[in-house]
Structure formats: C-alpha cells, structure tokens
C-alpha cells in the first residue's frame, strides 16, 4: 500500500508539530522536571564466555561461550561480554599470536582461578584474545557486529 504524496506530506507534518510541541513544554518556563519520563535504556544480560572447563566435561584449557558452544562469541556494538571462570588458572587478554601472544591493551583480566570479568565493546570489529597462561593453546574470538 502507498500512501498518496498529500497524504504522506500531512503526516509528515504532524509528526513536526507533535515534536515541536514536546520541545515547548520541555522548555516553557511553566514545565515542571519530568524525571520520570527519562526510561532508562534496558540493560541487555552479558554474553557469557566459561574459562575453562568442569572436570570431565571437556578440554580444560578453553573459552566456551554460551550461545556457541566455540570460543567465538558474537555480540553487538555495545554489548557487554563476561567471562566467568569454572577452572583452571587463567586470564582474558585482548591480542592475538601470531608469533607468540602479543596484549594489545584493549582489555585484560590479570590471571584468575575463579569469579568474572566484564568488557563491553562500542565499536564494531573482530577482537582476538588468548589466555596469558596457556598462550596459543587457549585462544578466542569476540565478534562485534
Ligand atoms: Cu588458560
């Protein structure tokens, strides 16, 4: 369905008025603070990555992110990514080895043994990372679409 040209014309203008109006309450010298108004952005659950693995499950020595089942995780700009630690002594560390595992300083967790660690990504792009113990054995990928 196509709405004529006078059609869409006048919607687009209603939409110009009904923003303009908002704009005059907004700023009138008789509008009242409306914080209520302000919705917070709703808070997405991070993507969770397991460092490491529960004895007998599997390799020990691995990143295996939850929706995958690999140690690539996929995300949106924007999004948060957590690692949590199930066993082992490990760490996340942003970089890649190609001629050993070099940090680039993007994020890193220390080595651990247990609890989490977050990052969140603004920006689109493939992030390599590796664990600063186990070197080119225990690499993964966040994919930031
Ligand atoms: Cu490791």
Request: with cysteine; glycine share 12%.
């Amino acid at each position: 369905m196509v709405f004529p040209r006078a059609a869409r014309l006048a919607i687009g203008i209603a939409a110009a008025a009904a923003a303009i109006g908002c704009d005059d309450t907004m700023t009138g010298p008789t509008a009242t603070p409306t914080p209520s108004t302000l919705t917070p952005t709703p808070v997405a659950a991070p993507h969770n990555v397991t460092v490491g693995q529960a004895p007998g499950v599997g390799p020990a020595n691995v990143f295996a992110d939850s929706v995958s089942g690999t140690s690539t995780t996929t995300i949106h700009a924007g999004e948060t990514v957590q690692w949590i630690w199930v066993s082992g002594t490990h760490s996340t560390t942003s970089g890649s080895c190609p001629l050993g595992c070099v940090a680039n300083g993007l994020w890193d967790s220390g080595v651990l043994s247990s609890g989490t660690f977050q990052h969140t990504f603004p920006t689109t792009g493939t992030f390599p990372y590796f664990c600063l113990v186990h070197g080119t054995m225990m690499q993964g990928t966040v994919v930031v679409q």
